[in-house]
């Protein structure tokens, strides 16, 4: 990501957390116009005391943050807490100790842990450098993912760039939330104009997104601006401004986007926007009104189309606060489905409604006729997830006596009956899937997400747990495309879901799948002692392949069939319990290489080790039917659905790599949807899984 001329930044650990990273730093070479927003809770921390009486300004030349310890409520040593913090730190830099500011996030109540902060600081300034990545991941507490966001624009005939990164992912209320975000640009900007443009990026951004509610005490965001763009000096209104001010913006929104996206247990992105209100004001309150309503978070959670609650979410606020607005003259729309009408319900058809609302985003629009004024309301759904989390958070969560903060998630700490309810029901798997074997194919979303490419090789090595022996077959379309078109290939065409694909572009196939992603897949499994092996199709002449042509005698270029399986290298790894990761590239009679569809790959591979399971990640669901999901097909139930145009597009060679599985002989195939976290143990591990069975008639 591009960073703004003479801004650094990094991120260690200085050991608040056991091992990951907890010390954050961002750096100008020059001293900059410096603005803030902060948290309006009464018992702020330390830390947004100490920068709150000192911005806007001119001549900041650091910000420091540690995560992992929130400096909130541990009375007058706070304070001098961050003083001394920021001393080592502007010592370590060689600048005034007035130009560091200093922000925390973490656990509350707890005593910071100066003496590592303070040890630190020269280690942390001698590691800086131009990585904004790792002082993103330096702040993280409950995150699941970094969250970055830049712009470039042009001021006065100048170009300058807008880089930010920010955390948050609980106590995320309007007003900011548990959150920080760190905005660095090179323009030229006076800091009135500065905290003039940041204000009005934060009231329609971070002021508008909402996970649970409750508010922190350590909410804040920073702009830094070093003008090292040469720009003329920005004012506080004029074209520079309207620029700076949009920019900003557009890069607090982005964050806010991404801060509610990955709230705490979430597992949808929650958009509300409302029309037609008589005022900015009321629309805002009553988007966010709408988003922040348990009741219809849990519905969007469970994918339960019940407008009934964003209704009676508007129809509470408005009462409450005694406005003129009539909410049963209201037009309201799920998922750009209009479901409620001229004072009554649409009728709609809920069972498609329910399809459409399992997809990672839902939107909810609510038309109000007293007006002409428009929010938007950012959240995310309530899971089951979100009360484990914070049930657990303080209980399992222990700072030592040097500080350093550790979570303890020891059985131990559970009351007895859910530790019995758990080991029995895992002993029972255990026993059920002892030398088991099973093949999955990884791609889609799940190969994109940092979190869920975790996810992921938490579960294979929990199957390797439970006694599973796993077989990685991964893709990898959507890099493949990536980078076909960075070299200039074109844009790629697809037939049935399998790409046509010329002789020179099977070398980037080659390429992407097995010396890029087959190590970063094989690099991430090891890191969870999952003992994985990188294997090419190629490697031993693991999948033979020939040219396929495509029907009607069509020539899809390059793209193969597999002819052979040599199970007997597979074999080998798996009685030496390794993991299989497998690129599907084939090796032809002609000594030609040959892109395989990884869906036919893996399953021939399973045919070829008689495999009991096939499993599917995908970017559904599972196996839809007018929009619904089937739990459980047989095989000729599938065929009936392919061969009517049930299933379409790039489910159909999907479906066909199935039915060719399950005539090879495999017991049981699974299709799962990838972007939900921890579904592949979900569907295996319960009774009636989370997503489509097929079986053998």
């Given amino acids: 990501m591009r960073t703004p001329r003479g801004f650094a930044y990094s991120g260690i650990n200085c050991g608040i957390k056991a091992a990951r990273k907890d010390f954050a730093l961002v750096y100008s070479e020059v001293p900059c116009a410096g603005a803030g927003c902060f948290t309006v809770n009464a018992s702020r921390a330390a830390p947004v005391r100490h920068a709150a009486a000192r911005l806007p300004a001119s001549g900041v030349r650091a910000i420091v943050t540690n995560s992992g310890n929130a400096n909130a409520l541990v009375g007058p040593d706070g304070e001098r807490d961050v003083r001394e913090v920021c001393a080592a730190v502007a010592e370590a830099l060689s600048v005034p100790e007035s130009s560091v500011l200093s922000a925390s996030t973490g656990v509350i109540g707890v005593r910071l842990p100066v003496h590592k902060l303070v040890a630190a600081a020269a280690a942390l300034a001698e590691q800086r450098g131009g990585a904004i990545e790792l002082a993103a991941q330096a702040v993280m507490t409950t995150d699941t993912r970094v969250k970055l966001s830049s712009r470039v624009l042009s001021v006065g005939g100048v170009e300058a ?198 997809e990672p985003h839902v939107g909810v629009e609510v038309r109000l006729v007293e007006g002409a004024a428009s929010a938007v309301s950012w959240g995310c759904d309530l899971s089951y997830d979100y009360v484990k989390i914070n049930a657990d958070y303080t209980s399992l969560t222990h700072a030592a006596p040097d500080g350093t903060v550790a979570r303890d998630d020891r059985l131990t700490n559970y009351s007895p009956g859910f530790k019995r309810a758990l080991l029995v029901e895992a002993l029972s798997y255990i026993s059920k899937f002892t030398e088991t074997r099973a093949v999955v194919k990884y791609g889609g979303a799940a190969m994109v997400k940092d979190s869920l490419k975790a996810s992921f090789a938490n579960d294979i090595n929990l199957l390797r747990s439970a006694g599973l022996l796993p077989v990685v077959v991964h893709g990898g379309g959507p890099e493949i495309t990536q980078t076909m078109e960075k070299l200039g290939h074109g844009k790629s065409e697809f037939v049935d879901g399998v790409r046509i694909t010329g002789r020179e572009d099977v070398k980037v196939v080659e390429m992407v799948l097995t010396g890029r992603i087959n190590t970063e897949l094989v690099s991430l499994l090891n890191q969870s002692s999952a003992h994985a092996v990188g294997v090419s199709g190629k490697d031993a002449g693991l999948l033979r392949a020939r040219k396929l042509v495509g029907e009607g005698g069509r020539d899809l270029g390059m793209v193969g069939e597999v002819t052979h399986v040599n199970s007997a290298l597979l074999e080998v790894l798996l009685e030496k319990k390794y993991v299989p990761v497998v690129s599907p590239v084939g090796l032809g009679e002609d000594g030609e290489g040959y892109n395989i569809n990884a869906d036919a790959a893996a399953a021939e591979i399973a045919c070829a080790l008689h495999a009991e399971k096939l499993i599917y990640l995908t970017d559904v669901p599972g196996i839809l039917d007018n929009g619904e999901l089937v739990s459980e097909l047989t095989a000729s139930e599938l065929r009936r659905r392919v061969d009517d145009g049930t299933i379409q597009g790039g489910m159909v060679a999907k479906a066909r790599s199935i039915l060719r599985a399950i005539e090879g002989g495999v017991t049981s195939v699974h299709v799962i949807d990838g972007r939900t976290p921890h579904s592949l143990i979900a569907e295996l591990f319960t009774d009636t899984g989370v997503g489509t069975l097929v079986k053998k008639d």
């Fill in 161 to 358: 760039t807008v880089a930010a990164f920010a955390k948050g992912s609980g106590m995320i209320a309007p007003e900011l939330a548990t959150m920080l975000a760190y905005l660095t640009t090179d323009l030229a900007v006076t800091p009135a104009a500065l905290q003039a443009a940041l204000s009005r990026a934060c009231r329609a951004s971070f002021d508008m997104i909402t996970v649970d509610g409750d508010m922190s005490t350590n909410d804040a965001v920073f702009a830094l601006a070093n003008g090292l763009a040469g720009n003329p000096v920005i004012e506080e209104s004029g074209p520079g401004f309207d620029a700076l001010a949009e920019a900003l913006t557009g890069i607090c929104v982005d964050l806010a986007r991404q801060i509610a996206e990955d709230g705490e247990g979430a597992t949808k992105l929650v958009e509300v926007r409302v029309e037609g209100a008589p005022d900015e004001a009321m629309a805002r309150d009553l988007a966010r009104a709408v988003a922040g309503s348990s009741l219809v978070k849990a519905a969007i959670f469970g994918a339960d189309p019940n407008w009934g609650r964003v209704l009676s979410a508007i129809g509470a606020r408005v009462g409450s606060r005694r406005w003129p607005v009539d909410p049963t003259r209201a037009t309201v729309h799920v998922q750009g489905t209009c479901v409620y009408d001229a004072g009554a319900p649409t009728g709609v058809d809920a069972v498609a409604l329910r399809a459409k609302m399992r």
